[in-house]
C-alpha cells in the first residue's frame, strides 16, 4: 500500500466492485481536501452511490484502497468501520432515514446521544440546526407527522449536529421541491464551509453540482473527463448541461 497525500483527507485509489455480477465501478481513483465540497456527478445509474458507499466505509471495495486522514478504511474490521462512520462522518441519503419512534429533536440529536452526550447537550445542538433549517417548531412532531421536505431537513441537521470531519450526501434533496432545495443546500454548503467540513456530494442536477468547489463526472462505473446532466428547470430533462472537470 502506498500512503495518501497528507493534503487529502479522502484518498481512493482503483477502486473496483460489483453488485450481483453488474459492474458498479471500474477502477476510479480521486483524492478529496479538506474542507472541500466536491460534487460526484453523472446519470442514474453511473456508480456515485456505490462511490460514496465505498469512501464512507459502507462498502468494502473488491479491490482497491481507500484512506482517511491517512488511515486505511478498506482494512477495517466492521466495527471500525461502524465507529468511524459515527464519530467522523454525517450520511444524507436520498429518503430520509429518520427513526418513527423518536420526535424531531431526538432524531437530530440521534449522533450525539450515540457518542455519549448528555440529553441536554445533545437537545441543545440539534435545535440550534433545526432552528437553522427553519424546522424548529416541529421539534417534539415525529416523523409520520411531517412533510417530506420537513424530514429531509431533519436528515441535513442529523448529519451536521456532531460537527463530523466529512459528510456524503447522495441526491440529498432529490424529493425536494425547488424552494426548499435551495434552502437546504444553502445551509449545507455554508455549515460546512464555515465549519471547515469536507462534503462529497453525488448528484445528477447540473445546478446543484454548480455549488462545489470541484466536480468528478462519473459514467458507467469510470471517472470521465465529461459528462451530460439534465438541466433542473426543465421538467422534461431535455436541455442539458455538460460539466468538466
Given at each position: 500500500m502506498v500512503a495518501p497525500p497528507d493534503n487529502d483527507v479522502i484518498w481512493a485509489r482503483s477502486l473496483q466492485h460489483s453488485h450481483n455480477g453488474s459492474p458498479a465501478l471500474g477502477g476510479v481513483s480521486l483524492g478529496i481536501r479538506e474542507g472541500e465540497i466536491l460534487s460526484v456527478t453523472g446519470p442514474r445509474g453511473s456508480g456515485k452511490t456505490t462511490l460514496l458507499h465505498c469512501l464512507s466505509g459502507q462498502l468494502v471495495p473488491e479491490r482497491g484502497e481507500v484512506w482517511f486522514n491517512s488511515v486505511p478504511v478498506h482494512t477495517m474490521g466492521p466495527r471500525l468501520r461502524e465507529r468511524l462512520r459515527r464519530d467522523k462522518f454525517g450520511w444524507i441519503a436520498p429518503e430520509p432515514q429518520l427513526v418513527p419512534e423518536l420526535n424531531t429533536w431526538e432524531n437530530t440529536a440521534l449522533p450525539l446521544l450515540l457518542r455519549g452526550a448528555?440529553?441536554?447537550?445533545?437537545?441543545?445542538?440539534a435545535m440550534e440546526w433545526l432552528e437553522r433549517l427553519d424546522i424548529g417548531m416541529c421539534a417534539k412532531q415525529r416523523p409520520h407527522t411531517l412533510q417530506q421536505s420537513q424530514r429531509q431537513r431533519i436528515s441535513v441537521a442529523r448529519a451536521l449536529v456532531a460537527g463530523p470531519s466529512v459528510i456524503f450526501a447522495d441526491e440529498?434533496?432529490?424529493?425536494?421541491?425547488?424552494?426548499?432545495?435551495?434552502?437546504?443546500?444553502?445551509?449545507?454548503?455554508?455549515?460546512?464551509?464555515?465549519?471547515?467540513i469536507t462534503v462529497v456530494l453525488a448528484t445528477h442536477d447540473a445546478e446543484i453540482a454548480g455549488l462545489a468547489d470541484r466536480v468528478v463526472p462519473m459514467l458507467d462505473g469510470r471517472r470521465?473527463?465529461?459528462?451530460?446532466?439534465?438541466?433542473?428547470?426543465?421538467?422534461?430533462?431535455?436541455?442539458?448541461c455538460s460539466l468538466s472537470v
Open positions: 448528555s440529553h441536554r447537550e445533545a437537545k441543545k445542538a440529498p434533496t432529490a424529493t425536494l421541491h425547488r424552494t426548499d432545495r435551495a434552502h437546504v443546500l444553502r445551509t449545507l454548503t455554508s455549515a460546512a464551509r464555515s465549519h471547515g470521465v473527463s465529461t459528462v451530460a446532466l439534465p438541466a433542473e428547470s426543465d421538467p422534461e430533462g431535455r436541455a442539458a
